[in-house]
């Protein structure tokens, strides 16, 4: 507490709304793996608890995704300034619901698939609003851990390696994730893939599209700002881990063996070596203050 004190006002909310956000993914982990892993028990289907249940699930997934957006938002502001963030995660964002249009709309690159209306409105009736914001946050996130793994080059050639590693780094959570977001029905896919239904050509459309919207992000924050302003916080390694959560959950919860422990591993990677990395940067730091300050916000 003594820390978050310590920090900036931008900061502070940026970390309180990731606070919320973490406290409603465990809550959310926590109903999946109980009440919510098989048909409701009679007492939810009685009023009030009835219709309590039912906005609750219309508009929770939607919160959760919005208050991670909001505080990777807040969190980047204070990084690189609000026009160059602001432009950062809209044109991001947007790139991400064109690529998502796209796959919904022809099948291309994704596979073909279709979502419900559990994740909230529906845009153009194809892809719910929740999904190209956490494309965004969730790259803000890769990136960070880009910046400590790999060399920061700002020419036109590192940024599109950086972009092709955030790419990566990002589809790692799509192990876990969807799987269980199948199970639970938040979206579907049009024919039985390889991998608890998912297609190979999912694996390939989300590197190539995660390294196009990175790239995206890179045009107004280069590779050596991520490095010396974004990738010294602990932020975006908590808020990266967290959405990891859920999806193992349901994972768990379903006997999905190969997807949650797939997806563990393939997130905790990338976390580990940055883990790894930042304690690297804290010791060559140390007696200055500055590595252990950094890390912190």
């Not at 502001?77 to 044109?91: D, V």
């Not at 590693?165 to 969807?178: F, K, P, R």
Request: aromatic content about 12%; proline content about 5%; glycine content about 10%.
């Amino acid at each position: 507490m003594n820390r978050l004190a310590s920090l900036s006002k931008l900061d502070r909310t940026a970390w309180i709304l990731m606070l919320v956000h973490v406290m409603a993914t465990v809550f959310a982990s926590m109903a999946f793996a109980t009440i919510l892993s098989g048909p409701p028990p009679a007492w939810m289907q009685q009023e009030p608890n009835k219709t309590i249940y039912e906005i609750g699930w219309k508009v929770s997934g939607p919160s959760v995704v919005c208050l991670g957006f909001l505080a990777a938002l807040l969190h980047a502001i204070g990084r690189f300034g609000k026009t160059r963030a602001l432009k950062m995660f809209a044109y991001a964002s947007i790139v991400s619901l064109s690529a998502e249009l796209l796959g919904t709309s022809t099948g291309y690159p994704f596979g073909g698939y279709s979502y419900t209306n559990l994740l909230g409105y529906r845009i153009a009736e194809l892809v719910p609003f929740p999904i190209p914001i956490s494309w965004t946050f969730m790259l803000y996130c890769s990136l960070a851990m880009v910046g400590l793994l790999a060399k920061a080059d700002d020419s036109n050639g590192g940024r599109w390696r950086w972009a092709l590693y955030a790419g990566i780094v990002l589809s790692a959570w799509d192990v876990a994730m969807d799987p269980a977001m199948v199970v639970t029905t938040h979206w579907y896919w049009h024919e039985p893939g390889f991998f608890y239904g998912m297609p190979l050509t999912n694996w390939l459309g989300w590197i190539g599209t995660g390294a196009v919207v990175a790239r995206v992000m890179l045009q107004y924050v280069a590779p050596s700002e991520i490095a010396s302003r974004l990738s010294g916080s602990a932020f975006p390694l908590v808020l990266y881990g967290v959405n990891g959560i859920m999806a193992t959950t349901i994972c768990v919860t379903h006997g999905f063996t190969w997807a949650w422990a797939g997806g563990i591993v393939a997130m905790g990677i990338p976390l580990v070596l940055s883990l790894r990395a930042a304690a690297r940067i804290r010791a060559k730091n140390a007696g200055t203050g500055a590595g252990a300050a950094a890390f912190a916000g």
